[in-house]
Structure formats: C-alpha cells, structure tokens
C-alpha cells in the first residue's frame, strides 16, 4: 500500500450497494498507519459513489496506470446517478476477495477497503478505511502512474532513484 | 497548494516553539479541503517536530525539489532532540509572514500552516491544518519533486500530460 499509494497517485474507487456499483476518481488521500494499514480519503458528499461507500461500509482502491488516463478523466467527469460507469468506460468488474465491492481488472493494484473510522466523515467527507487485502500485478515493477496537479492537468511518475543506503533501518 | 500537494510529494515541516527550530521530512499528507485551503498530515509523536507543532498549532510546510535529495534523506534519518537541523544540513531559516515557524529558502514553495482541528492528533497523529500563506518560486513551472515510495527510495516526477479539453468547467 504505500510503496503504491504514498506517492500521491490518482486512485479509481470501486463501490458495491444493493446490486448497483460505482466508480469515481479520487486525487485526495493519504497513508495514516502502517500496522493496521489505515488510508485516509476525501469521498466528497457530492459524489454518487459516497452514498454506496457510507452504507456498505467498503470500497476498493484500484490503482491506475496511464494506460487507463482517458477512462480516469471520463469517470472523472460522469456521475454514477446517470451512467453505469465498468460498462460505458469498458472496464471489468472482478470479484474481490474480502468485500462485496468489485475491482477494477485493468488496474495495476487493487486495496480491498473496510471502513475503519468515520469521526470526520461529516465535517470533512473523510473516510479512514483498513485495507484488508492487497493485489498487485507482478509487472511492471514501477508502473506509471498519473498524479493530478489541477486544472485538467497531470503528473506522470517519472525515474526512481535509491538513497537506501542512507537510511537507518528502522526508517525503512 | 493543490497544484503542489496533492500530486504526494515529500515534504519538509519547519517548526518553531521558544526559541527552538526544527525541520522533519513529511511523506503523509492530503488535500482535504479546497475553501478554506485545509491539509491533513501525518507527523507521528516519536518526531521531535511533533512537540513544537502541537504546542505552537503552527507550522510551514515546504516544498523541496531534487536539488534537495541529500538533505531530505539526511532531516528524515536524524532527530532535532540531538541535531540543529538548520545548520547540520546547510538550510535558511526565513522569516514567515503569517506564523512563526521559519520557512526554508532552498525550497520551491512554502505553505504557512495554522492548526485548525487536532480531533484525530491523540488517535492518529494527524493534524488538519488551514494553509494561511503561499510563498511559491515562480520558476520552474514544474518542479522536480520526490515521492517516497518506501525501501530508501523516491519517485521523480515525470511529464505533464493535459486533457483540461476533457473536463467540465466545474471540475477543474
């Protein structure tokens, strides 16, 4: 989880709740704990996706890669009240292993979500979840992801440099 | 902020309590709100920064680039309790405007940070702050920031790709 979500990258938030589902774009989160693995999110109260992520209690983070920029702008821009988002962007929806909420097939990574704490759901629209499940794919190691930097615009992730030697151990 | 926060880059945290100044390397943190301008961050009670901000509610949050790679690894691998970070790593303390925590010089941007809600500080360590004053370089555009991506290692940013063409106006 955080060798993939600590460096700030767009997620795409699968969601499950009485037979519908739902994706959004999430731009807005944040590693909180390693152990349990807790990650703070902003689902604002706006979005389709809040009510079926507020009531089923889970979610699932897919990780995106730029292969899939054009599909995060779409899901970005569409509402779930209006479109049934895996079958007009062309995504698979798969079955998660440890929540009702499906994956998203063509993601590099997906966090299996439970809700963990929601003391600032109401004043801020955040959520702490648990991730209770990771997959990863085994390639490539570093997969390009997208980070948005406003105004229509993205980040790409670029080179990755070591300074592990550098490092006491117990900061690693 | 959003421009520069939200993409997940490393940060460097300058604090000041009596007299005393320290500067800790920052991984965790969130957009949360756009008006007022709020940051969530993680800045875990073992650091020797978590003291001054807690006691001060203020902080600055800036923003190193590459050029500052040696420097991020060095504040992150000591504690202030024992090293005078300013000077152990050749930095400016600056004079802010809004708080009293120093800004550093060598960074791109500075975001002055006042505490808004410590509701989460005691369970989490996560403070949510309002950003009160941007000091932003005008050059680059697009800096090169580090991503930690755990394991002693940093994501450099890559490209910009824009697809502005493709949002709504109220999204952007």
Redesign the interface.
């Known amino acids: 989880m955080?060798?993939?979500l600590?460096?700030?990258?767009i997620a795409l938030v699968s969601s499950a709740w009485r037979g519908e589902t739902n994706i959004m774009t999430m731009?807005?989160?944040?590693?909180?704990?390693f152990t349990p693995a807790?990650l703070?999110?902003?689902i604002s109260a706006g979005n389709h996706s809040f009510e079926l992520i507020r009531n089923s209690g889970e979610c699932v983070i897919n990780l995106p890669t730029?292969a899939l920029?054009?599909e995060v702008?779409?899901i970005?821009?569409t509402t779930g009240g209006a479109v049934e988002k895996f079958e007009r962007f062309g995504l698979t929806a798969e079955k998660a292993r440890a929540v009702k909420a499906p994956l998203i097939r063509e993601c590099h990574a997906a966090f299996e979500c439970r809700l963990h704490?929601d003391?600032?759901v109401e004043?801020?629209n955040?959520f702490?979840f648990e991730m209770v499940k990771a997959e990863v794919a085994p390639q490539p190691k570093?997969p390009?992801t997208l980070?948005?930097?406003?105004?229509?615009?993205?980040?790409?992730?670029?080179?990755?440099?070591?300074?592990?030697?550098?490092?006491?151990p117990e900061?690693?």
């Open positions: 955080r060798r993939y600590e460096p700030g990258p731009g807005c989160h944040t590693v909180m704990e807790l703070g999110c902003m730029t920029t054009d702008v779409g970005g821009n704490d003391a600032l004043r801020y955040f702490i570093h390009e980070h948005y930097t406003g105004d229509g615009a993205f980040m790409v992730s670029g080179k990755i440099i070591s300074r592990r030697a550098r490092f006491r900061m690693l």
